[in-house]
């Protein structure tokens, strides 16, 4: 068990350009949560994946936000036409849940080190 | 919605001494799951400990433990024997119970930095 890892660990960029962001999950975790913390913050829950389907993605910040998990495995977060606003650190966190779990809920998800976002 | 508050934005406790942190949180479920998860200046947040909403019993690992009281939707940490390495940032946070494919996202409190002082 590697654990959930992230990469970049750091991205700095200009203003509108698009950047994206990939997670690896610990590897028997079915499901996988993308959050983004702002300085100061709690981390604030953007959307989430069962294996390779998004089940919850109203939360994502903007049409400019979209995320994939194209094989239920590692997934992007990518980040269009970026803003100054955009600046965050942007976690993923992964859990054995739903049915893989027995079904009780509650699965205690474990998180990435996050991707740090710079937006000049 | 549900809310979590942390209304404690830092505190410091002395290295061996007992410190306990607060959280409230609001909602109108019933079944639910709670947890407080810690991160160390910039490490990962790591789990610390949670406990279900259907246990009456607290939630305890080795030096942390909780004070769960539902009616009163609070959910308090308390370290004992602070050590150095407990200073960090710590988030209480809610999860609504989840069954089959249903949503399970956390929410979160803005935090209590700890500082432990030697």
């Known amino acids: 068990d590697t654990g959930v890892s992230q990469d970049p660990r750091h991205k700095i960029t200009k203003r509108g350009q698009n950047v994206t962001f990939r997670c690896d999950p610990i590897s028997e975790h079915n499901r996988l949560y993308w959050y983004r913390q702002t300085l100061g913050q709690g981390p604030e829950f953007l959307t989430y994946?069962?294996?390779?389907?998004?089940?919850?993605k109203s939360r994502l910040l903007s049409d400019r936000f979209s995320a994939e998990r194209p094989k239920g495995s590692f997934s992007t977060l990518e980040i269009q036409r970026t803003e100054q606003g955009d600046s965050a650190m942007y976690l993923c966190?992964?859990?054995?849940?739903?049915?893989?779990?027995?079904?009780?809920?509650?699965?205690?998800?474990?998180f990435g080190p996050g991707t740090r976002l710079t937006v000049l | 919605a549900q809310t979590v508050t942390q209304s404690q934005p830092e505190m410091s406790v002395q290295e061996a001494e007992t410190v306990t942190l607060s959280c409230t949180y609001d909602?109108?479920?019933?079944?639910?799951?709670l947890f407080w998860y810690k991160q160390p200046p910039s490490r990962q947040m790591i789990l610390v400990i949670r406990q279900e909403a259907y246990k009456q019993q607290n939630a305890t690992e080795n030096r942390f433990s909780v004070n769960f009281q539902k009616a009163a939707k609070s959910f308090s940490l308390k370290i004992s024997d602070s050590q150095l390495g407990d200073t960090a940032m710590y988030f209480c946070a809610f999860m609504n119970s989840n069954y089959g494919g249903s949503q399970g996202n956390l929410i979160f409190g803005k935090g209590t930095k700890l500082s432990v002082k030697p």
């Open positions: 966190a992964s859990s054995l849940g739903g049915m893989a779990s027995g079904g009780l809920g509650g699965d205690t998800q474990y």
């Open positions: 994946f069962q294996n390779e389907a998004q089940l919850e």
């Open positions: 909602t109108s479920e019933n079944n639910y799951y």
